[in-house]
Nanobody
Framework: QLQLVESGGGLVHPGGSLRLSCAAS????????IGWFRRVPGKEREGVSC?????????YYANSVKGRFTISRDNAKNTVYLQMNSLKPEDTAVYYC????????????????WGRGTQVTVSS
């Protein structure tokens, strides 16, 4: 079974940047579409971004992060990244990566495999 592991979360000041990583062992991630989601306690999980498998490479972003976040792949490292710039306090959440879908909706119901998440806190 595909197992995903997120890393790269932490505490950052408003306006700062973080890069999250999503890695997998024993599976080649470039064959999978990968999505990034986030959840704030008491709220539903929100789709942030997704990228199709390497043969396509199409990416989608939620309006709330468009222009600030960038999703990408490093196939040599078997890793998908979420570069987050110009972070805002409202970006504070647990961030999850998931597989295996990428549509414009970035809907969690389309994903079968999930990591455990990494905490991102944006605060002064």
């Amino acid at each position: 079974q595909l197992q995903l592991v997120e890393s790269g979360g932490g505490l950052v000041h408003p306006g700062g940047s973080l890069r999250l990583s999503c890695a997998a062992s024993r599976f080649t991630l470039d064959l999978y579409a990968i999505g990034w989601f986030r959840r704030v306690p008491g709220k539903e999980r929100e789709g942030v971004s997704c990228i199709s498998s390497s043969s396509d490479g199409t990416a989608y972003y939620a309006n709330s992060v468009k222009g600030r976040f960038t999703i990408s792949r490093d196939n040599a490292k078997n890793t998908v990244y979420l570069q987050m710039n110009s972070l805002k306090p409202e970006d504070t959440a647990v961030y999850y990566c998931a597989a295996d879908a990428c549509t414009g909706r970035i809907d969690e119901s389309e994903y079968d495999y999930w990591g455990r998440g990494t905490q991102v806190t944006v605060s002064s």
